[in-house]
Nanobody, 121 residues
């Protein structure tokens, strides 16, 4: 089994910062892409930021210049540093990992349970 567990969400005022963490555990051979998605009420889940095992990153336009994604491959952990938060950043944030459980195995998507981020104006 594979588990992704997020932490670090909460309530913050506009202009504040939060750091999200997501640790993957279980039977893991390799994690290729890891990313953060978010889903606001009444909206579809959207990509916020993603990072490859080599460290290449990709950001949604709304996250550029304010959010930074990073990862610790030795710990199978991905982070999202969020600065200059805005009320429109309010959403449930989900961690995603594209994981191979053994050598030569297929890659599958795994998701965390989500962590709530609320930004007050």
């Amino acid at each position: 089994q594979v588990q992704l567990v997020e932490s670090g969400g909460g309530l913050v005022q506009a202009g504040g910062s939060l750091r999200l963490s997501c640790a993957a555990s279980g039977s893991i051979f390799r994690i290729d892409h890891m990313g953060w998605y978010r889903q606001a009420p009444g909206k579809q889940r959207e990509l916020v930021a993603a990072i490859t095992s080599a460290g290449s990153t990709n950001y949604a336009d709304s996250a550029k210049a304010r959010f930074t994604i990073s990862r610790d491959n030795a710990k199978n952990t991905v982070y999202l540093q969020m600065n200059s938060l805005k009320p429109e950043d309010t959403a449930v944030y989900y961690c995603n990992g594209k994981i191979r459980r053994w050598y030569g195995g297929d890659e599958y998507d795994y998701w965390g349970q989500g962590t709530q981020v609320t930004v007050s104006s």
